[in-house]
């Protein structure tokens, strides 16, 4: 901001600063009680220290391809491919029993055959202990694709994966495209 000080300079300068101190008063807030804690969300070191197991995407698992019909393979007859990025998790105790919330970020990119419309992607999730299945969910994921241009990002999450709770840090968390059916 430019100011051309003339005759009577000191007081439109001193006009100028005054405005400036009002402004940056008024978009700063109130800093004290801004930065007080909030005892509600404080965390405990035991939750800090509390296990949750690793997640990953499991080889082979992170793409998904779908083709016209009869085109299966056809690089010119792809309708979408999706892909698995990144997942992450977290866990919560109470009464025995381990909450997990697991979540992967993923992206469709339309084909050459794509188009506007719904998707829907074969997402499973499981937990497992050594060879012990402990948990196995397959869900269709629906994402709306608006875009045939461009990629459409979302974010897939199951929030109540339910486990006994561990009594050793051996288990393992997978996600992961799926088109078998559904475990029971």
Known sequence: MGVTLRRGGIVAGSIVTGFMLIAAGCQSGDS?????????????????????????????????????????????????????????????????????????????????????GTVSMPIRVAVVRGGDVLYSQLHQHQVSVTDTAAATQFVFTDPAINIPQPEQRDIMIYIGFDEGPPSR
């Open 32 to 116: 004290v009680t801004r930065n007080v804690p909030d005892k509600s969300t404080q965390i405990t070191e035991s939750e800090l220290r509390a296990y949750c197991p690793n997640v990953a995407l499991r080889e082979g698992t992170s793409a998904f391809s779908t083709f016209e019909k009869g085109g299966d393979g056809d690089p010119s007859k792809v309708i979408y491919q999706a892909s698995l990025s990144q997942a992450t998790r977290a866990c919560t105790y109470e009464g025995g029993t381990m909450t997990i919330k697991a979540a992967v970020a993923g992206r469709i990119v339309p084909g050459p055959v794509g188009k506007a």
